[in-house]
C-alpha cells in the first residue's frame, strides 16, 4: 500500500522519487489500467489525452538522456505515457493477425499494454534509431514465448516519454528432432 504524501514528486529527495516510480510500475494495477486505457481508446470512448504510467528514474533518464541526447531529461522530470493515439497506431500497424502471422509476429491486442510497465521496468535491451528520435525496449516473456518490442518518443515540451508503438515477436518453433 503506498503511503500518501503532502509532497509533490519534485520536492522528494530523488531515491524516494525513484522508489515511487518503481512501486508505481511494480503494481499489476498500473498495467491493468493502461490496458483499460487503451481498450477504451479503441472502442472509440473518451478519454484523457495520455495515461501515465509513473515518472522516469533517475537511471532510466540518465540512460536515455544519453542516447536520445535529450539533456532535459538530466534536469527535469518526466512520465512514461501512452497517448491517445499510440493504441489507434498500434492496431493500424500490428493489429492484423494476418498480416503479422507472415512477419513471425502476432496482432497486438488491448491487454498486451498491461505488460508495458514491467518491459519498461526491467527491458532486456534498450537502443535507439532514426537518429535518437526513437527509443525502443524489448523485454522477453518466458511464459507466452514471447517478446514485447515498445518504441517510444521524448516529448520535450510535455514531459514525457510517449509510446509511439509496439509489436509482439513470437518465439520461433523448435526445430523437431527425427
Known amino acids: 500500500m503506498l503511503v500518501r504524501s503532502e509532497k509533490q514528486p519534485h520536492e522528494l529527495p530523488a531515491a524516494q522519487r525513484d522508489a515511487l ?3 508505481i510500475r511494480s503494481q499489476p494495477e ?3 489500467a493502461v490496458a483499460r486505457y487503451a ?3 479503441l472502442s472509440g470512448q473518451p478519454v484523457e489525452p495520455y495515461r501515465t504510467m509513473g515518472l522516469l528514474t533517475q537511471a532510466e533518464a540518465e540512460a536515455i538522456a544519453g542516447m ?3 539533456e532535459a531529461l538530466r534536469r527535469e522530470l518526466y512520465d512514461w505515457t ?3 493515439y499510440a ?3 498500434v492496431r493500424t500497424e500490428h ?4 498480416t503479422e502471422s507472415a512477419r513471425g509476429q502476432r496482432a497486438v491486442t488491448a491487454a498486451d499494454y498491461a505488460r508495458l510497465p514491467s518491459v519498461i521496468l526491467e527491458p532486456d535491451r534498450r537502443w535507439v534509431e532514426d537518429g535518437g528520435a526513437t527509443l525502443l525496449l524489448d523485454k522477453w516473456f518466458e511464459d507466452e514465448g514471447e517478446r514485447v518490442v515498445a518504441a517510444f518518443a521524448v516529448q520535450k515540451k510535455r514531459r514525457m516519454v510517449t509510446l509511439k ?3 509482439i515477436i513470437r518465439r520461433a518453433p523448435r526445430a523437431q528432432r527425427p
Open 82 to 84: 501512452v497517448g491517445q
Open 95 to 98: 493489429g492484423d493477425e494476418a
Open 68 to 70: 536520445t541526447g535529450v
Open 87 to 89: 493504441p489507434l497506431h
Open 39 to 41: 481498450r477504451a481508446v
Open 30 to 32: 498500473t498495467g491493468e
Open 165 to 167: 508503438s509496439m509489436r
Open 21 to 23: 516510480a518503481v512501486a
